[in-house]
């Protein structure tokens, strides 16, 4: 039972290194043709969102006695009908979601510059301080140069937070694969 161990342990970094291999190469794909991995991301966000609602129109369904059931019923039409109007009409998702992550980030840049100040009396507050500014300065790149930036900009952030996920998965399996089989001390001593 012991020799099946090591054999298992060793297929799970495996699997994980080749994971992390596979993502890292998806997320250069998605960079090299951000139009099309953008339209991916805008379809997949449709999907996703048609789901939820059919969840929330069950929910409602099933809960309708416990009050409330008109506005879950219209809460899951809201969800239906955005999932709907993003796959039947793609460029305009991909425009409208291009637009709210401009909004999402200057919004974040300045919560994250106001709380910067405030911790100001700490020590390393200013790597606050820069997150902030650099997040303000992505969303006001992102707002200045909307819609030309739409086709690609989605597509290249997913790609890039692909290839980050897949070198993480490649650097801590090879990191665990290490850590389970240290140098042999008695080599070094000699």
């Known amino acids: 039972m012991t020799t099946d161990a090591p054999r298992d342990i060793n297929k799970n970094f495996n699997g994980s290194l080749i994971t992390g291999v596979l993502l890292s190469i998806l997320g250069v794909i998605a960079i090299a043709v951000p139009n099309l991995s953008t ?40 969800y239906i009908a955005t999932g709907i109007m993003l796959f039947v009409y793609p460029y305009t998702g991909v425009l409208t979601l291009t637009l709210l992550l401009g909004t999402f980030l200057l919004t974040e840049g300045t919560f994250e510059l106001i709380l910067a100040f405030r911790l100001r009396p700490q020590e390393n507050w200013t790597w606050v301080l820069g997150n902030g500014i650099i997040t303000l300065v992505l969303g006001a790149m992102i707002w200045f140069q909307w819609p030309f930036n739409a086709p690609w900009l989605l597509g290249t952030l997913v790609g890039v937070s692909i290839i980050f996920t897949g070198i993480s998965r490649v650097m801590l399996s090879l990191n665990a694969r290490s850590n389970l089989n240290p140098p042999d001390q008695t080599a070094k001593a000699t």
Not at 69 to 77: R, T
């Open 39 to 78: 339209i991916f991301a805008e379809t997949w966000t449709a999907l996703i969102l048609i789901s939820v609602g059919f969840t929330k129109l069950v929910y409602a369904t099933q809960t309708r006695q416990r009050g409330g059931f008109i506005w879950k019923l219209l809460l899951s039409g809201l």
